[in-house]
């Protein structure tokens, strides 16, 4: 059985509370605008990491709904206001909330959604002293996704941007929450020192794994699948691995029509395959591929901190899955 | 010896820890665009609300300092994302942060802010129990702030501003966090519970009277002072509690030449003082400004469930200020 169908009976209860804990509030436009992308889908992988963790390590997942419920609306809080940032209308195959709204609603409905993620985690069920700790941890994992987003934008200006840049920033910009969520999955299960320290890496390896496979997704995925414009990293003149790479081994014409289209929001579909082509042909594609599949390995490593269970499996799996996806 | 004279011991406090909280973080634009406004002064009302009503219920009111913090950052945070909105160019009389930076910036900055409130909050030295509580309200609290903004957008399109609407608008856009920290004081000092739900009155109170004076300072105020431009909220079409009123009262001709100017972000300065000559030619600004002294009275009022103290006094004479303050 397909892992997202194993998963499912898990990923409905984390849907249950979600749809729930947005269910609040007394504008409905807000509202509106706060549900928009949470209820559009999404895999929630986050939550799903949380669960399978706090499962793998006491026979129950369920007590870290009200945190993975909070991870994921602080997931998609920033989602809303990177779109504004980016300028993206789509996300998900639908319009993107400043669109559909309007950016001042957009930015407002991020804010509240932010909010609303710490009225979540404080309903977890676990001892205050440990209440405390998780939400420190995960206000300053917020605070680090932020500083990571503005690094991402910085680098769209700077021409030698260096590998262990790239991984600092996505350490960051997207690391930190998969961090948080394995970390105090472990801390709702009630795991041993040694075994939260292992999963807060495990979320750390898992977080750098995604987001390498995620910027490859953007430049292999289908539009239908993916739910956003083939090679919108290359317009928006991202440093993604594979940009760093490339802007490291590509030579003459090739690295002067590559340098001409990274960063055109105006590319055209046939300049974006131009360089995807030439991404494949230095080998920046593969680099990638096999740099994420890595940090994938790495990641699995370290359930050797919990006993053989169907739940270590499922989350061996979706650590595995962060890398076969195709959305 | 006046009022802010008398408070500037804990003030100094207060400023001295929120200076060291905003010493985070390894981005050097982004750690500028957080502390541009909560270094550039501020009244600190809010932290200096929690100070007093702790030490009025203990004897102490230093335990609230991290909160105060919190509160404070929250405030500006609010005041960042706000700028963007209503695209403010000026605040406390210098530039504001979209336009130091960058929009996308300022987003980010806001968010980091948001984040470092709840990192600061969680290092309340009181009971985890108790922290638990105040993280939920807190978070409780901004979420409404936001929810309050956007009634505040929604109303500048609408005709039919009734008083009630924008009470309940200001109520939600400004007195929760004022609720927040007069309630958060009186846990943070272990009041009883009268004690706590009176703070709580209290700071709902002293907040609807803050907003009202300062929609008043708006149009009375010296830009000098106030550091914002004259007849800001008039060229934005804002809701105010006067242009409700004026709205109602005004007929004919003047009823005609304040709607034109109303929302007109191009107005003069000559058209602006138009609309405030009509305004208080109908009698709106000492409505405006009678409602905000029978707020701030009642808030007053519910001292009683304090017993004498120097900290009860300066409290009292905290909330005369927020309808005497010129800035």
Redesign the interface.
């Known amino acids: 059985m397909a892992l997202m169908d194993r998963l499912e009976s898990r990923k409905a209860k984390i849907n249950r509370e979600l749809e729930k804990a947005l269910a ?4 409905e ?2 509202r509106g605008a706060m549900k928009h992308y949470p209820l559009a889908g999404g895999k929630r992988l986050r939550p799903l990491l949380s669960y399978l963790v706090a499962e793998a390590i006491s026979g129950n997942g369920e007590p870290t709904v009200p945190y993975g419920v909070g991870l994921e609306i602080i997931h998609n ?2 989602l809303v ?1 990177d779109d ?2 980016d300028r993206s209308d789509l996300r998900r195959g639908i319009v993107s909330v400043h669109k559909k709204y309007n ?3 957009a ?6 959604l ?6 979540n985690i ?1 309903n977890l069920q676990i ?3 440990l ?2 700790i998780i ?2 941890d995960t ?2 994992a ?2 680090e996704v ?2 990571g ?3 991402d ?2 680098f769209e200006k700077k021409h030698d941007v260096a590998v262990r840049d790239y991984l600092n920033m996505i350490d960051k910009k997207t690391s930190r929450l998969y961090f948080a969520a394995a970390r105090s999955g472990a801390i709702i299960g009630r795991g041993t020192l040694e075994q939260i320290k292992a999963m807060g890496e495990l979320g750390y390896l898992m977080g750098i794994g995604f987001q390498i496979w995620d910027d490859v997704l953007d430049l292999e995925g289908e539009e239908e699948k993916t739910g956003k414009p083939f090679g919108g990293d290359i317009r928006e003149g991202k440093r993604t691995l594979m940009v760093v790479y490339g802007m490291n081994e590509l030579r003459g014409e090739d690295r002067k029509t590559f340098s001409s289209i990274l960063g055109n929001s105006k590319a055209s579909r046939k300049s974006i395959q131009e360089t995807v082509s030439l991404l494949h042909k230095c080998g920046a594609v593969s680099y990638a591929k096999n740099f994420a599949l890595e940090y994938v390995r790495e990641a699995k490593e370290k359930t050797t901190v919990l006993k053989s269970s169907e739940a270590k499996e499922l989350l061996m799996e979706l650590i595995d899955y962060t890398v076969r996806r195709d959305n």
């Open positions: 609040v509030g007394d504008n436009t807000l809080f920033t206001h504004i940032m950016t001042p609603t930015i407002i409905a991020g804010d509240a932010f909010a609303l993620a710490f009225e404080c001892d205050d002293a209440l405390r939400v420190n206000a300053l917020v605070r932020a500083e987003q503005q690094m934008m910085e």
